[in-house]
């Protein structure tokens, strides 16, 4: 193997993992408030992806993009209020059960909003033919936007989960829900919150995208299958974690191709999931207490 094919193979493993780092970040937004995974995350990606291709075609890119963006995370808020407020005995079993019955109900309103056709976003900057060479390996400048993008998102939620006083007031409720309403935090509107965040997160994330692995109306479900095994190997509520998880899940499928045929890429996920539940169930950079789902 060549040193230019190496290369390749890192930048493809850098690309792939800032994707599913950003996926698992999402996770993390909704962990850190509630302890609990919402896995129609994927969903918030596809609908952020596939509602600024339709604005694009009335209004410039970045404009349809931010719209996108306030679109999902409204839709998030609406998830939250139609939904998860309902729910009487708010387990963490029932909380799972919803949001995977949300992410299929999303799926399907989406197939009939925009059918089964791929779309895709331009690129923000260059062309699909626009590269950028590196020791003789090739980038396009999309990718340095999803890379840009990701590691915008890791720095503000840093910010905002340790020195902003609705970012303490989140992982508060993560902690201990009674105490924190106890202690006068509005958890409802808590809750809310991480939810329009990290469904405005999914939405960017599913744009920045959108031009490298094009958007479908189920796009979001694999997506959110990788950046939950990414979220679990860099350690639930961790942000850094989840960049650290989604380098070693995309470097290992991207060097896989090299030795395994490539419909066994997908498996290599799986495979890292299971591996770490059964070795440590904490991941990498996680403490003890998210082996385990908290009480709602």
Known sequence: MSLEQVLQYILSGVTNGSIYAIVAIGFNIIYNTTGIINFAQGEFLMLGGMTAISLAAFVPLPLAILAAVVITAIIGALVDFVFIRRLKTPSVLNMIIVTIGLSIVIREIALHVWDEKVRSLPYFTGSEVTSVSILGAYISPQVLWVLGIAAVIVVFLGFFFKFTLTGRSMRACAANMTAA????????????????????????????????????????????????????????????????????????????????????????????????????????????????????
């Open 181 to 296: 309403k106890l202690c006068g935090i509005n958890t409802g509107a808590m809750v809310t919150v991480s939810f329009m965040l990290s469904a405005a997160i999914g939405a960017l994330a599913g744009c920045a995208i959108s031009p490298i692995t094009q958007t479908q109306y189920d796009c979001g479900t694999p997506l959110a299958i990788k950046g939950f095994t990414v979220a679990i190997l860099g350690g639930l509520g961790n942000s850094t974690g989840a960049v650290v998880g989604g380098m070693v899940v995309g470097m290992l499928e991207a060097f896989s191709i090299s030795v395994l045929p490539l419909a066994y890429k997908d498996a290599i996920a799986i495979t890292i999931l299971l591996l770490i539940l059964f070795v440590k169930p904490s991941g990498l950079l996680g403490k003890k207490e998210a082996a385990g789902l908290k009480e709602f």
